[in-house]
């Protein structure tokens, strides 16, 4: 694999993909919606793995892969939470579910393993050193410490993507969507603009009603 080094915000794709983790374990679904939101799950998790696994071939500096680590220690009860729900889900005896919550443990392990490892090395400096609450800058030179002593489950076929295969109605339902969507913004977007307007032109009236007074 070839390395070259991609400028962009990380961390703001590394925050929306552990709310969307969160809001999908919050979910209250059927047997049909778990399989989506497993799958769903797994697809998440994969990008991560891709990043723990082989970001050290595209991201900026050790700096950003640094802050990953930070960031699944930081949220490190939503990965045990994932980890638990995957795991009962795992011996369901509805088709298709059992196999996918398996797949979501397999991908978790790895974020298991970093979280577990570093919490460890975490915990041992806060009795060491007798503080219970750690800076970010000093989970971050623990991390940068310790990378050494951690072992990570390769996972293969991480940079490979399914092709996706839509039907002319997918294609239409997308296109309505979208459609709709811009069609929303733009009204809010007219709106605020009217407001902010209205705003204006009342504040000139007022202040000239002020300047009339003698």
């Known amino acids: 694999m070839h390395k070259i080094r991609l400028e962009f ?18 979910l209250d679904c059927n047997n049909l919606q778990l399989l989506d939101a497993l799958k769903l799950m797994e697809k998440s998790l994969q990008i991560f793995n891709l990043f723990i696994l082989h970001g050290d ?61 570093f919490n460890a090395k975490i915990a041992s400096f806060s009795t060491l050193n007798n503080v219970t609450s750690l800076t970010e800058n000093q989970v971050l030179d623990i991390v940068r410490a310790n990378y050494d002593s951690l072992t990570l489950r390769f996972l293969e076929d991480l940079d490979k993507i399914e092709e996706f295969e839509s039907d002319n109605e997918d294609s239409i339902m997308f296109h309505n969507i979208v ?36």
């Not at 991201?59 to 009962?88: A, F, G, K, T, W």
């Not at 809010?188 to 009339?212: A, G, V």
């Open 9 to 26: 915000d990380w961390k703001s794709l590394w925050t929306v993909i552990l709310s969307l983790l969160k809001f999908v374990l919050n």
């Open 57 to 117: 071939k595209f991201l900026q500096s050790p700096d950003v892969y640094d802050n990953l680590y930070y960031e699944l220690i930081r949220m490190h009860l939503l990965v045990e939470n994932l980890y638990e729900y995957s795991l009962q889900h795992s011996t369901s005896t509805v088709m298709g579910i059992k196999d996918a919550a398996s797949c979501v443990v397999l991908q978790l392990s790895t974020l298991r393993s970093i979280v577990n490892h």
């Open 179 to 214: 459609t709709r969507v811009v069609e929303i913004i733009e009204s809010i977007s007219k709106q605020i603009r009217k407001d902010c307007l209205d705003s204006s032109l009342d504040i000139q009236n007022q202040l000239h009603e002020l300047s009339s007074i003698p």
